[in-house]
Structures are given as structure tokens and as C-alpha cells.
């Protein structure tokens, strides 16, 4: 019995509400993926009890965040918003000495139109730290946007490279020498752009991604965030960029246009399938051949058989929460199961672009038909199709 499988692509856009977490909410993975950060969330009471909930904290730990509380007099603009804040950093500064503060704008902030990026440069000059502003507020689709705004915010502040492109190839060395506990080992690296990676990833499965692409020759110059502030890689010119996660589109954007970098539009390394399809076309895009891609692959698979066997033939209906939804929908369907729709809350078809065509890759090589996406779905809406 031979099935009709629909090959076409399509989004569609209904108008429903956002139901998704606050974005205020990536202080909880950035200020421990930056360790000399301090991010100083902006906003309400309200804000204040949602990180109090969201973040968990014991009461013993020393986190480096905090938040500062407008009152009835700043947002009607009775009390001085300057000096409240200088207070506040200079005893930041004294209790903690980060590398950076970076103010985190909410929702009130916005509405009253508070000139945070108005006062964070003179405010930097007094008191000798680095300022950033992000203003990540619920106005946005997704939470997982947050961090694209404090990333888009950094990237301003990364230095440009030292030499110009020209120069930079001619004094690549294609030997490193790096120490291991057992031996001292020769590493051969590929003569190559230089290559930024971004999004924040915890350190493990970024060490992972660093070792997949040096098998393959490809040398990471720095990542955006880095670990430490002071370690942020050099942007500009000449210098390639990928991103890691699908949300971060605000970014990509200010690479490109603000920094002059160059976009690797590639599938986001969700799955095996995903990261082998991203470290494919890095390294198509750098001039390097692949060696083992395919076979790394297949064991991989082989080692989630028992998983997958739990999955396999299990429907999935992704209602729209944090942008992840194509990504998953695609690693999901290559494990076996039935995804009924793809809810997501926002989606930019350019830095989104690989990622829909290896969905499209993946369908049709499962022999399945290619799932609704609706952008930005109603709930009511959504309940309905889950019933039927």
C-alpha cells in the first residue's frame, strides 16, 4: 500500500495570546554561565516574587543577581532614578567587584519609558564597571528571548581583531600544542576563518560541540557569552558566526549588520541528526571536508536504541512556548514519532531557514507527512485540534 507523502512546507499564522514564561527569567542560566557578571533585574514587586519563585535560590548562596525595586515615585517619575541606581552599583561593585553589570529593563520599565541606556554610560564612567542594558521584557514571544537580547547587548562590547583577514591567514599556525594528563598530543587545525560560536550552552555540551568540530579540524576562536567577560572573542570583519539555538535571530542580526560578521545559516545541533547537519555546513562554509560524519551518526543512534524504542510510534502536539519546537519536532520525528502540529510563539523563516529544510529532509526521508506550523497559535484553537 504506497502512502501520498505531502512535501510542501507551510506556515501558517493564527492571533492568539503569548503563554509563555517571563524573559527576565534568563538571569538564571546567564549570571552562572558568565561568572563575572552581576545582572541587576529592573522592574516591580511583582518581578521580584517571579524571580524569588522562578530562581529557587537557598538562602545561604550568594547569586549574582538582584533586583531593584521601583517604587510608586519612579514610575511617577517623583523620585531621582540615577541616584537610586548608582547607589546600588557602587554596592555592587564594593560587595561582589564583577567584570560587568548588566541592567536587566522589564515591563515597567518599558511602559514608563525609563532611559536606562540614557543613564548606563555615564553611570559607567563614574563608577569604572562596564554597564550593558537588555531589556528583556515580556513584550517579547518566547523567555528564551531574554537571552537573546543580553547577547545581542554584549556583542556590542566585544573588541575587534587585532589584524586585518589577510594578515590573520597568513600568521594561523596549523599546529597547536595542547597538554593532557596522559600525553602531550599534536593537534592539527585546518587553515581557516576565524570562527564564533553563539549561544549559551551548559559548559559540558559546549566542550562537546569544541571537540566535534577540532575532529573535524574546524578551530572555535571564542564564544559569545564567554565564561569569563573579560574573555569575550573578537568580532568583525572576516570573522564567521553560528548560533546554537534557535531563538537567537536579535543576535544573528546585530553580528551581521553591527559587527560585519558573516552568518553561518546552518541546522541547530539538536539531536544527532541536527548537530551532524551543523557541523556539516560549518565546515562546507569554511572550505574544510568532513571525515566520519555519517558513522559517528549511526553509533550514536545505535546507542539511544533502547530510548527510541519507547518513543517510536508515540504522538507529540507542540502548543508554542520557546522557539525550540521546529528543532525538537525534527529530532522527534527522526526518533520515530508523530508530530501532530508545530505551535511556536515566533519564527524568523531567515535564521530559521537550514533548520525548516532539514525538517522538510527529515519527513520525507521518514516517510511522513510534514507537520503544521502555526506561528504565534491560538490556545482555544489548538485545544480543538488536539481533541479531533
Request: net charge negative; aromatic share 8%.
Amino acid at each position: 500500500m504506497s502512502v501520498k507523502i505531502d512535501e510542501t512546507l507551510t506556515v501558517e499564522c493564527e492571533t492568539g495570546n503569548y503563554h509563555t514564561f517571563c524573559p527576565i527569567s534568563c538571569v538564571s542560566w546567564l549570571y552562572q554561565k558568565i561568572e563575572d557578571s552581576f545582572f541587576l533585574v529592573v522592574g516591580t514587586k511583582t518581578c521580584g516574587y517571579f524571580l524569588q519563585n522562578a530562581l529557587g535560590v537557598m538562602i545561604f548562596a550568594e547569586p549574582r543577581y538582584a533586583m531593584a525595586e521601583l517604587e510608586e515615585g519612579d514610575i511617577s517619575a517623583q523620585l531621582n532614578d540615577y541616584e537610586g541606581l548608582k547607589k546600588l552599583c557602587i554596592r555592587i561593585k564594593k560587595d561582589r567587584d564583577p567584570s560587568v553589570i548588566i541592567w536587566i529593563g522589564t515591563c515597567t520599565t518599558e511602559i514608563i519609558k525609563m532611559d536606562l541606556e540614557g543613564m548606563a554610560p555615564k553611570l559607567e564612567w563614574e563608577i569604572g564597571i562596564p554597564i550593558l542594558v537588555a531589556r528583556a521584557n515580556g513584550l517579547d514571544y518566547a523567555f528564551t528571548q531574554g537571552e537573546d537580547t543580553v547577547l545581542a547587548a554584549i556583542a556590542h562590547r566585544c573588541p575587534e581583531p587585532e589584524f586585518s583577514v589577510r594578515e590573520r591567514k597568513e600568521t594561523i599556525q596549523k599546529f597547536f600544542t595542547f597538554h593532557s594528563r596522559k600525553k602531550e598530543e599534536l593537534v592539527e587545525y585546518a587553515n581557516h576563518p576565524s570562527l564564533v560560536l553563539f549561544g549559551s550552552l551548559p559548559s559540558n555540551v559546549a566542550s562537546q560541540l569544541n571537540l566535534e568540530l577540532k575532529r573535524q579540524s574546524i578551530k572555535v576562536s571564542g564564544w559569545l557569552p564567554a565564561q569569563k567577560y573579560i574573555d569575550l572573542p573578537s568580532l568583525g570583519d572576516g570573522v564567521y558566526v553560528c548560533g546554537v539555538n534557535p531563538f537567537l535571530s536579535r543576535t544573528a542580526t546585530t553580528l551581521i549588520r553591527r559587527e560585519k560578521c558573516e552568518l553561518i545559516i546552518a541546522p541547530f545541533p539538536i539531536g544527532p541528526d541536527g548537530t551532524r547537519a551543523w557541523i556539516e555546513k560549518i565546515c562546507s562554509v569554511l572550505g574544510v571536508e568532513t571525515q566520519g560524519l555519517e558513522e559517528r551518526e549511526e553509533r550514536i543512534w545505535e546507542s539511544l536504541k533502547d530510548y527510541l524504542d519507547l518513543v517510536c510510534g508515540k504522538s507529540v502536539f507542540f502548543m508554542g512556548d520557546n522557539l525550540l519546537e521546529v528543532s525538537l519536532a525534527r529530532f522527534l520525528i527522526r526518533c520515530g514519532m508523530i508530530v501532530h502540529e508545530i505551535g511556536i510563539p515566533y519564527m524568523d523563516k531567515r535564521y530559521q531557514a537550514a533548520e525548516l529544510s532539514l525538517l522538510q529532509d527529515t519527513c520525507i526521508k521518514m516517510c511522513v507527512p510534514i507537520p503544521r506550523i502555526v506561528e504565534k497559535p491560538d490556545n482555544s484553537n489548538q485545544i480543538r485540534r488536539i481533541r479531533e
